[in-house]
C-alpha cells in the first residue's frame, strides 16, 4: 500500500502548515493523544497509582451504560481519538493514511474530515444502542468500555470503496487487489467478530462503515451530511486567530489631511490569484515538496486570509 515512511513523517510535521491538510492533522492528533496517554500510564503505574490511571481513562472512553454516558456525553468524541496499545494506533492510522488519501484525491480533504468524524459517532452510537437493545450484552453493559479510531477509519475504508470500488491497491504478498474487496472483508471479519471478546469495537466498526457507505451514496445525489463538521470546525478554528489590526483614521487639524495609522507588524504581502491557482497546478503536477520557500510562504500567506 502506498506512501514511504519519510513521506509520511514529512507530512506529520507539516500537518499544521499546510492548508487543507485535515487528513494527517488526524493522524497527529491520534499519536500526540496515545503518546500522552502511554507517558500518563507510566507514570501512574509505577507511582503505585493504577486505579487512578484506570479512572483517568475511563473518563475519556465512551461507556456502554447510558448513564455513564449522561454523566460524560463529551466521550462519544473523544474515545475515537483514544488508543492505548501501539498495534491498534498503528494499523488504525496505516488504513486512515492509505483510504484516506484516496478520498481526498478525488473529492477533497474536507470529505475525509467528514467521514472519520461522522463514522466515529455513528460507531459510537451503534454501539450504545445494541448494547442497551439486546438481552445478549445485558451483563456487560456496566463495565464495557470503547476506545479506538476505527469506526471513524471504517467510514473511510467503505466510503473510498463505495466511491472508487474499482480502485486496486498493491497488498504484501497477495499483489493487486481491488478495494471493493478489502473493504468487504473488514466487515465481514468485523461481523464474524461481533459477539466476541471484542463486540463492541465490532459493532463500532459495523455502525462507522455504514456511515461511510450511506454518506457517498448520499453525496453522489448532491447531499453532504458533514457541513454542519466543517461550520464547527472553521467555528473553532475563528475563536483562535488573531483578530485583525485595527486601522485608527484622523484629521491634523482643520481642513488638514487624513492619516491613517497601524500597527507596527510588516504588511503581508498580497498574492494574486493567478499566483495561487499557478501554485496549484505545481503542487498538482509535482508535489508540494517542489514548492520553493517563496511560493510556500506565498501559499501559507494566502491561506491565513
Known amino acids: 500500500m502506498g506512501g514511504s515512511g519519510a513521506g509520511i513523517l514529512d507530512e506529520l510535521k ?36 493504577e486505579e487512578l490511571y484506570s479512572t483517568v481513562i475511563g473518563w475519556f472512553m465512551l461507556p456502554a451504560s447510558l448513564s455513564d454516558f449522561l454523566m460524560r ?7 475515537f481519538f483514544l488508543h492505548e496499545g501501539v498495534m491498534h494506533i498503528l494499523f488504525n492510522m496505516l488504513f486512515l493514511y492509505w483510504f484516506g488519501r484516496i478520498i481526498k484525491e478525488f473529492l477533497g480533504d474536507a470529505k475525509v474530515v467528514n467521514l472519520y468524524v461522522l463514522g466515529g459517532l455513528a460507531g459510537g452510537l451503534f454501539y450504545l444502542l445494541i448494547y442497551n ?7 456487560q453493559v456496566a463495565y464495557s468500555r470503547l476506545l479506538g479510531a476505527s469506526a471513524g477509519v471504517f467510514a473511510v475504508v467503505v466510503g473510498a470503496a463505495t466511491l472508487m470500488p474499482n480502485y486496486t491497491m ?30 463492541g469495537g465490532e459493532l463500532a466498526h459495523l455502525g462507522g462503515a455504514l456511515l461511510g457507505y450511506l454518506y457517498i451514496r448520499q453525496l453522489q445525489q448532491g447531499n453532504d451530511w458533514g457541513r454542519w463538521v466543517q461550520g464547527f470546525l472553521a467555528f ?70
Not at 73 to 79: D, G, H
Not at 283 to 304: C, D, V
Open 133 to 139: 437493545l439486546f438481552p445478549y450484552f445485558a451483563d
Open 236 to 305: 473553532a478554528k475563528g475563536l483562535f486567530k488573531p483578530r485583525p489590526k485595527v486601522r485608527v483614521s484622523y484629521r491634523s487639524g482643520k481642513g488638514g489631511r487624513t492619516t491613517t495609522r497601524r500597527s507596527a507588524d510588516k504588511a503581508t504581502p498580497v498574492t494574486s490569484q493567478e499566483e495561487i491557482d499557478a501554485i496549484l497546478d505545481k503542487i498538482s503536477q509535482s508535489g508540494y515538496e517542489s514548492l520553493t520557500k517563496e511560493e510556500k510562504q506565498k501559499l501559507f500567506n494566502a491561506s491565513r486570509h
Open 73 to 79: 456525553p463529551w466521550s462519544l468524541v473523544t474515545y
Open 14 to 49: 507539516n500537518a499544521f502548515n499546510r492548508p487543507d491538510n485535515g487528513l494527517m492533522q488526524i493522524i497527529l492528533i491520534n499519536i500526540i493523544v496515545w503518546v500522552v496517554v502511554i507517558l500518563l500510564r507510566v507514570v501512574l503505574i509505577i507511582g503505585g497509582q
Open 170 to 199: 498493491f497488498l504484501l504478498f497477495i499483489g493487486p487487489v481491488r478495494i471493493k474487496y478489502i473493504a468487504l472483508f473488514y466487515i465481514i471479519l468485523s461481523i464474524a467478530g461481533s459477539a466476541g471478546a471484542n463486540a
